[in-house]
């Protein structure tokens, strides 16, 4: 973290909201007064669970001259997200209830312009663009495995498994790393979504994150993926119900039209859990990249 960061939070609590959408959890932060510049460590330190306030990502609310406001999203290992659609909806209420913006408004992304709605209980629904550069079959091999997957892009890029039946009795994080890290998905990598089709309405999805890396309780770019590959392979129709890890329900509507989806919106849960302040004592006095994995800092500082 550079000084200057640091300095700022000594002379000048940071206010901040804790949220969580489908069991993705982030700190919010309304940055439109610019404060905040290079969030990258001071993002890895926020996020850093036990010694810090412990987070999936953080949100940057920021000016826009586009939309109602700007949103910057950071993984917890600090790298930037194109997108995230479960921290969108947790900024779309923290404007809402922040005065920032009205209940139907717009909100740049780095994947573009994407379209909310906050209702009064606190569910939102996003309207997002249609999912691109689908591919059917992209199989990797992983060790002495072939895994049989499908591609597709919703802002971030997604692969998708699907099983037979048993999902939850898994250890998804084995396979989903090795995909995540694969070379032939490398250099973004990717979400890795496990998915199981319970009828046509109905979907249970499972997802390793980038950036996170680890499986989150829920990843919604993961569930509209999951759900758009469902579709254009015939095998579900709108609208799907998506029982995530967190045993939360998200829901994904669209129109198919030429073998595309549009008209795709997912709906879900945005909680406002806590507010507070970062101190000092939030950023300082630990390491984490130590924290995240020991033993390649260990072997690093050996070399």
Known sequence: MTSGQVQAVKQDALSFSKMAGGGNDFVVIDNRSGRIGNATELTRRICTPHLSVGADGVVLIEDSSMADFR???????????EFCANGTRCAARFAVL?????PRMTIETEAGLVGAN????????LSLTSPSDFRAERSLRV?????????????????VIFLKDELWSQ????????IRMHADVQPQGANVNFVVVR?????????YERGV???????????????????????????????????IILTVSFTMAGGELRDVRLRGDARLIYRSSLTAETLEGFDPDFVRNPSEKVLSAGS
């Open 71 to 81: 949103m910057r999203y950071l993984n917890a290992d600090g790298s930037v997200g």
């Open 98 to 102: 922040g005065g920032v913006a009205p």
């Open 118 to 125: 906050v209702d009064t209980g606190g569910t939102v629904t």
């Open 143 to 159: 060790g002495d495995r072939l895994i049989h997957g499908s591609s597709i892009m919703v802002g971030v890029p997604h692969y």
């Open 171 to 178: 250890d998804i994080v084995p396979l989903g790393r090795a």
């Open 199 to 207: 009828d046509e309405h109905a979907i249970e999805v499972r997802t």
């Open 213 to 247: 890396e680890a499986e989150t309780l829920s990843c919604g770019s993961g569930v509209v993926a999951s759900v758009a590959t469902s579709a254009l392979f015939a095998r579900v129709k709108s609208p799907v119900s998506v029982l995530t890890r967190s045993g």
